[in-house]
């Protein structure tokens, strides 16, 4: 490969790598004191992208980190709950003294 050839491929990929939404993320060490005293600032700086790590005497204990929603998973429990109809067919005693009242609440 000649010397251009290789510019050529360096400038290549560095234009690919320009057109991705490549970002560095900060890591952010505070002491705890820190951490209660400007703790608006760091969470809106966690919702920025970046990390903070909170530290206690100096060895860290705590990251924060975006919250992220867990995914729904519809029908997760198929086929692992078994129940008999036989379950449904008569009421619980205590149940429905409960909702329809007892013979002592006349």
Do not use: C
């Amino acid at each position: 490969m000649t010397p251009a050839e290789g510019m050529r491929k360096v400038i290549a990929m560095l234009t690919r790598l320009s057109r991705t939404n490549y970002t560095r993320r900060m890591t952010v060490f505070v002491n705890i004191h820190e951490a209660k005293t400007h703790l608006s600032r760091l969470l809106e700086q966690v919702a920025a992208g970046e990390r903070v790590v909170i530290s206690k005497a100096g060895h860290p204990v705590a990251d924060l980190v975006q919250h992220r929603r867990p995914a729904v998973v519809i029908g997760g429990l198929k086929g692992r709950v078994r129940y008999s109809d036989a379950d449904w067919e008569s009421a619980d005693e205590e149940i429905a003294e409960m909702f329809y009242g007892g013979a002592g609440d006349e």
